[in-house]
Structures are given as structure tokens and as C-alpha cells.
């Protein structure tokens, strides 16, 4: 096995070897343009690759790595949250082109052979999609009072609850025979 650094996500494939490949890329969440509301980058972007060649084919599988500051979708609490998620895709040379495509086949891009391929866009992407559309401090996180705004996971509220409009009354009345 042979190990190589190379500048910021950028694969160098002259470099590369017709061996087993890894390959280790740190970056700034800052240089992925991972702005996103609601979320912050504290510490950076690790992605592990390991890279072989199959025929025309180079084969890139690994993990990307960050810790993300999120806000809770029920309490606003502002937690730390350790995103890993995997980070496979082939690149292929083939007619004077360099194809880049995804594992799954969802995302395929196309552009003239060189001889390094920046890889920042697929990485920005893979983390983003990773991100939890609801995110939550805790699976028993009770959020905020509907009335009056308190954090129910630090304190109570004397607040009434169960506010039923006059409409449902009559069906209040039917669940209670």
C-alpha cells in the first residue's frame, strides 16, 4: 500500500499508482462554501479515499468526515453533531474525456482529460446531502411551549395546553361517550 497527500481535494492521476492508493484531503468548511442557515463548521473536512485502477476506470471509495453545528428543529438549541457519511464515485477515461460518476449513477459529469480532478463539489454535495432535514438535540427533545416560548427541556411551564376550539366541542363530546 502506498500513501499520498495531495493538495486540497484534488486528485492527481499521474500520480497514482496501478497499486492501492490512499489518499487523505483536510480542508476548511469555508473553502466547500458549506454555508448553509442554520449550520456552522467548526473543525475541518476530512475525507480518507483509497483509490485503485481498474482498466480505464480509477475507483475512489472512502469517508468524509466534519463536526456540524446545528440548531434543533424543536427546541432552537444550537448541538454539536458528528457527520460521517461514505464518499464513492469512478472516474473514467474514456475518448479525451474525464467522466466523474457517482456509485449510484445519480450524478455523472463530463470534461476534457487533465491530468488532476478537483473533487470539492462532489464533496461539498455528499455532506450537505448527509445533513438531517429535522435535525434534533436528542430523540426525547420536548421542544418549546406552543404558548409561551419556554424550553421544555430545561423547565415547566403553568401554560394550558389543550386549547380546543369551539368548533370540535361537540367531537370532544363524542370521544368522552
Request: charged share 30%; net charge negative.
Amino acid at each position: 500500500m502506498f500513501s499520498l497527500i495531495f493538495e486540497p481535494m484534488k486528485i492527481e492521476l499521474k500520480k497514482l499508482l496501478d497499486k492501492v492508493n490512499h489518499i487523505h484531503f483536510e480542508e476548511k468548511p469555508d473553502a466547500l462554501e458549506l454555508k448553509q442557515e442554520g449550520t456552522s463548521f467548526d473543525t475541518p473536512v476530512i475525507a480518507d479515499l483509497t483509490v485503485f485502477r481498474s482498466g480505464d476506470k480509477f475507483v475512489c471509495q472512502g469517508k468524509v468526515k466534519t463536526q456540524v453545528n446545528l440548531e434543533c428543529s424543536r427546541c432552537l438549541t444550537v448541538f454539536s453533531y458528528p457527520l460521517e457519511t461514505k464518499l464513492d464515485f469512478f472516474l473514467e477515461l474514456k475518448d479525451g474525456q474525464l467522466k466523474v460518476s457517482s456509485s449510484d449513477e445519480e450524478a455523472e459529469f463530463s470534461f476534457p482529460s487533465t491530468d488532476e480532478v478537483e473533487i470539492d463539489n462532489l464533496v461539498r454535495e455528499i455532506i450537505l446531502l448527509a445533513l438531517p432535514l429535522k435535525p434534533l438535540c436528542s430523540e426525547d427533545c420536548k421542544g418549546l411551549c406552543p404558548v409561551c416560548g419556554t424550553d421544555l427541556n430545561t423547565s415547566t411551564c403553568n401554560c394550558q395546553k389543550e386549547k380546543v376550539g369551539t368548533r370540535w366541542e361537540k367531537l370532544k363530546d363524542l370521544l368522552n361517550e
